[in-house]
């Protein structure tokens, strides 16, 4: 090709021409790459963001920390490692529990020297010369049953009639039943310890030395659950009426019973199945239990 100074017009024209339709491509082939250079850029924002993504800054459940390669570990708590890395004991902000001295013990007992001093005399005749020092035990007595005989008593009017006075309310019907403490006791270890019926008989009579059937707990379950029936459903017609309900995240397995699990399936409203994996035995038709036991 000529240099340009020596082209006639005729050539220039072809020249530009050619640079122009040169031009058009390059143009069009920089928007193409800006355009995929602005979808990849958002594609790499996306991944930054689900790779930052773990327990403690998302709902994402703790196991799957560490389960995608790549993914940002959840950070340690403020003010050092991890929970492995904790000091034993109590931690630093942590309430403290002692026990306290007590200015009114419920029972003082005397200790004296015994023996006999470095001088051969005995000291059991020796001259008492007030308390040295004083230790305080905190302990519980051994439990025992405490009967209580309700006797009504009858009174007649003057016109006649026999009046008898009304059983205590909670007193059963029958002869000789529980009381209010020994069912108390009971549905706490059922229901806030989650002992088995096998197990919370066992530890009734062993360390009330209270004589109780597995029969007798499930009555006693059946009687609690009546007892918090009206509170559980004013509780429910309030979860219900809230516009947004948190639940942990528990899922009913094969067997009736509950299992943490990180699938993010939301559990049964009130009143249904949920409510059935609440309590730990059988209470009859209407009440809440949890099978598999």
């Known amino acids: 090709m000529a240099p340009v100074e020596e082209m006639p017009p005729e050539g220039l024209l072809v020249v530009v021409r050619a640079q122009a339709e040169l031009i058009a491509e390059l143009r069009a082939m920089v928007a193409e790459q800006a355009r995929r250079i602005a979808e990849l850029t958002a594609k790499v924002a996306d991944l930054e963001r689900k790779a930052s993504r773990n327990s403690r800054n998302s709902s994402l459940s703790p196991s799957n920390d560490?389960?995608?390669?790549?993914?940002?570990?959840?950070?340690?708590?403020?003010?050092?490692?991890?929970?492995?890395?904790?000091?034993?004991?109590?931690?630093?902000?942590?309430?403290?529990?002692?026990?306290?001295?007590?200015?009114?013990?419920?029972?003082?007992?005397?200790?004296?020297?015994?023996?006999?001093?470095?001088?051969?005399?005995?000291?059991?005749?020796?001259?008492?010369?007030?308390?040295?020092?004083?230790?305080?035990?905190?302990?519980v007595e051994p439990a025992r049953p405490t009967v209580v005989q309700h006797d009504l008593q009858q009174a007649i009017c003057g016109c006649g009639r026999r009046h008898v006075a009304a059983r205590p309310d909670g007193l059963s019907a029958a002869a000789v039943s529980s009381g209010p403490e020994i069912r108390a006791l009971a549905l706490y270890f059922l229901v806030r310890q989650h002992l088995p019926v096998e197990r919370t008989w066992e530890v009734i009579i062993e360390l009330c030395g209270v004589a109780v059937s597995t029969g007798w707990l499930h009555s006693v379950f059946a009687l609690g659950?009546?007892?918090?029936?009206?509170?559980?459903?004013?509780?429910?017609?309030?979860?219900?009426?809230?516009?947004?309900?948190?639940?942990?995240?528990?899922?009913?397995?094969?067997?009736?019973?509950?299992?943490?699990?990180?699938?993010?399936?939301?559990?049964?409203?009130?009143?249904?199945?949920?409510?059935?994996?609440?309590?730990?035995?059988?209470?009859?038709?209407?009440?809440?239990?949890?099978?598999?036991?």
């Open 225 to 293: 659950a009546d007892a918090v029936e009206k509170p559980v459903e004013a509780i429910e017609q309030r979860i219900a009426a809230e516009p947004v309900a948190g639940f942990d995240k528990m899922n009913r397995s094969g067997s009736g019973g509950l299992s943490g699990g990180g699938t993010g399936e939301s559990l049964p409203g009130p009143g249904s199945a949920a409510r059935e994996a609440c309590l730990p035995i059988t209470g009859g038709p209407g009440k809440w239990r949890v099978a598999g036991r």
């Open 66 to 139: 560490g389960a995608i390669p790549g993914r940002k570990p959840p950070e340690p708590p403020a003010g050092g490692g991890g929970a492995g890395k904790k000091k034993r004991g109590k931690q630093p902000g942590a309430d403290g529990l002692t026990l306290a001295w007590r200015e009114d013990p419920d029972r003082v007992e005397g200790h004296f020297p015994t023996g006999a001093c470095a001088c051969g005399a005995g000291l059991d005749a020796a001259t008492p010369a007030g308390v040295a020092r004083s230790h305080q035990s905190h302990d």
